[in-house]
């Protein structure tokens, strides 16, 4: 049985290291893309179990991700999106981009592995809701 695959989208690379680090040590395979390009390259190459996404990135930012995911990308909209960001309107994105699984940075450990764990064992893909403004 091989380990649950997770790939967090982040440009803190700092923290995503040290979120990689947690997962891994808890048995999850883990990737670390640093922007939403390459996070949309990674997701390309093998896609994961789940994806932990920042929402202000440069080059592409998560709900631009998101929207490639969703609709440009077959196979991919299965797949479920952990929304982090320290951003006040976090709740607003996360129901444009259609997410239940979302955290305000700085996270709680316990919390991000249990919203893992959710996510995974839910397997609810975002539901895209475009008609909410950010």
Same mark, same amino acid.
Do not use: C, M, N
């Given at each position: 049985m091989t380990? %649950?695959?997770v790939l =967090? &989208?982040?440009?803190? =690379?700092?923290?995503?290291? =040290?979120?990689?680090?947690?997962? *891994? *040590?808890?048995?999850?395979?883990?990737? &670390?893309?640093?922007?939403? #390009? #390459?996070g949309l390259r990674l997701l390309r190459e093998n896609m994961p179990d789940v994806l932990i996404l920042d929402v202000e990135m440069p080059l592409l930012d998560g709900p631009s991700v998101a929207k490639r995911m969703l609709v440009e990308d077959c196979g991919m909209e299965e797949i479920p999106v952990v929304l982090v960001s320290g951003i006040a309107d976090l709740a607003v994105v996360a129901r444009r981009v259609g997410?239940?699984? &979302?955290?305000?940075?700085?996270?709680? &450990?316990?919390?991000l592995l249990a919203m893992v764990r959710n996510a995974l064992a839910e397997?609810? %893909? %975002?539901e895209p809701h475009p008609e909410v403004s950010a």
């Open positions: 380990a %649950p695959s =967090i &989208v982040d440009d803190d =690379i700092d923290l995503a290291w =040290i979120t990689a680090e947690l997962l *891994q *040590q808890e048995g999850y395979d883990v990737r &670390v893309a640093r922007d939403g #390009e #390459e997410t239940p699984y &979302v955290l305000g940075k700085p996270f709680d &450990v316990g919390r397997r609810r %893909p %975002p």
